[in-house]
């Protein structure tokens, strides 16, 4: 979807005193595009809307670019019918009218439409075409979103009603960020945040199993323990001195199973806390294996138990941990890694800013429970299959081709992993977001197949290389990047961003090292 150098169009058409509009094209993404310049005379407010079967321009609510000419603004708004109140209100939180954004800004009166509500806001002159993509990317899934939602049948989940409430609550978290953590969570439901400590990643796995859930025994929030040798801190162990008593560990691990496998239709989450404090495969063991057979896991032998004697990991059960890499960690297997998706976590000087800015202490506190009517929904769509992504072919030669590349390095990925990937990509289409094929493939670079990298100089380098090349339309720009004499950032010639600026910093820790990993101390 690109329609950046149709919206400059229009602005330039804006400065003059052509009317005409059969030029710009009909459609985007099956919504019906009308432009008008004026009728008869020039348009105070000149405008561009994307209207959905069903919805009017006198009727109706769309997605709607308004410039005002005196001000020299374009504004992106939720766009509202004049004439005729809408049937279908918008699902946005928080946004202000045009006209009490013009007031607060002293911008005088908006020539018209001051009962539409603002999305984003810019000086004409002064257009970034990535940010206006991702914008209008984020409105028309909204749109569909909230299109979606004013059918007959349960509301549908949406990302974004999340993050919204995260922001009023004070939390600072970057929107894509939340949609591959939501998408990586309805593909499958093992999910470990790591990175920078102090980044948040804890804070978001408790926010929003918090926002979907409607009780507070419906999460589990456990600190991992250095000492955790075996099972028992999670699933506890028979009373050898008892006979027939079982003794539960105080976590509530044990209860919350039970509960997911009894309330199949509402999400149960646990969350391990700083998970790698402690080898994870002496104390997971049972639930990585149950997660791929779908067996139970056997707890005891008496059957007349108040524990039951086997115990499933339900579909509705979302497991996510939180790691910190230093000195006192331990380090991921691969059968660890190939069974979840990793997000890495980091702070941009954009986002320390405006939380600095901001001084306010995060309160999660009107969070709980905001979002569990569309908790049915999520369940459904983790335990269900989603539509194919409109990319599956292009990243399907893409996941061959970087097979290819990863297999000398004892790294590449079997059928599960692959599936996996396929199947993030229909989650991330299905939630509204029309991510095009690199971005698809970055984040699936970054959660599924880097993660895995990790051996020395001799191993690595060749591979690490190959990588980077793929990740460039210019592979000859590579070896200056590695080396830090070319900024490449922002650059349309680098194809996946953020999983070459992960194996540029990989790099520089196998040069200095002679040994690298995903993982960053």
Not at 138 to 146: D, N, P, S, V
Not at 397 to 408: M, Y
Request: hydrophobic share 40%; proline share 6%; net charge neutral.
């Amino acid at each position: 979807m690109e329609f950046f150098e149709q919206l400059t169009r229009f602005l330039v058409q804006c400065q003059t005193e052509n009317l005409k509009t059969s030029h710009f094209p009909g459609k985007l993404e099956g919504l019906k595009i009308k432009i008008s310049f004026g009728k008869g005379n020039l348009a105070r407010v000149p405008w561009i809307a994307f209207l959905a079967p069903g919805q009017h321009i006198s009727n109706g609510i769309y997605p709607f670019y308004l410039f005002y000419k005196n001000q020299q603004l374009l504004v992106l708004a939720f766009g509202v019918s004049e004439t005729l109140s809408p049937e279908i209100p918008w699902q946005q939180s928080g946004a202000e009218t045009i006209s009490s954004y013009f007031k607060r800004n002293g911008l005088g009166r908006p020539a018209r439409y001051g009962g539409s509500f603002v999305f984003r806001v810019y000086e004409a002159a002064d257009l970034e075409k990535q940010q206006v993509e991702a914008d209008l990317q984020e409105m028309l899934g909204i749109y569909k979103a909230t299109l979606a939602g004013s059918m007959p049948g349960a509301p549908q989940f949406d990302y974004r009603a999340f993050h919204r409430m995260a922001l009023e609550c004070g939390l600072q978290i970057d929107p894509e960020l939340v949609l591959r953590f939501a998408a990586a969570l309805i593909a499958k439901p093992f999910v470990i945040l790591t990175g920078l400590s102090g980044a948040g990643k804890t804070r978001l796995a408790h926010a929003f199993a918090q926002w979907i859930c409607e009780r507070e025994d419906q999460v589990c929030l456990v600190p991992v323990g250095a000492d955790w040798t075996n099972r028992e801190p999670l699933l506890g162990f028979p009373n050898a001195l008892e006979p027939g008593q079982y003794m539960k560990p105080e976590s509530g691990v044990v209860d919350l199973l039970v509960s997911a496998e009894i309330n199949a239709d509402k999400p149960y989450f646990l969350i391990l806390d700083e998970m790698n404090l402690s080898h994870v495969e002496r104390y997971f063991a049972d639930f990585l294996s149950a997660m791929e057979s779908g067996e139970p896991i056997r707890l005891h032998n008496d059957a007349a138990g108040v524990v039951p004697p086997r115990i499933r990991i339900s579909s509705n059960l979302f497991m996510i941990g939180t790691v910190n890499i230093d000195e006192t960690t331990y380090m991921f297997s691969p059968k660890v890694l190939d069974r979840a998706s990793v997000i890495e976590f980091s702070i941009s000087k954009e986002e320390m800013h405006a939380f600095l800015k901001s001084g306010r202490k995060p309160d999660p506190g009107n969070l709980i429970g905001n979002g569990a009517h569309v908790a049915e929904t999520f369940v459904t769509l983790a335990g269900n299959s989603v539509p194919e992504s409109p990319v599956r072919a292009q990243l399907t030669d893409e996941l061959l081709a970087l097979f290819e590349i990863l297999k000398p390095a004892g790294a590449e990925f079997g059928y599960r992993s692959a599936a996996e990937i396929q199947r993030f990509a229909g989650v991330i289409d299905h939630l509204g977001a029309r991510w095009p094929v690199q971005k698809v493939m970055d984040a699936a670079l970054m959660q599924k197949l880097l993660p895995k990298i990790y051996g020395s100089r001799r191993k690595l380098e060749p591979v690490l290389k190959a990588l980077g090349k793929r990740c460039l339309a210019n592979p000859d720009l590579l070896d200056d990047y590695l080396a830090g004499k070319k900024d490449l950032s922002g650059s349309e010639a680098v194809h996946y961003p953020a999983a070459l600026e992960k194996i540029r910093r990989i790099y520089r820790n196998l040069i200095d090292h002679g040994f690298a990993s995903f993982a960053e101390a």
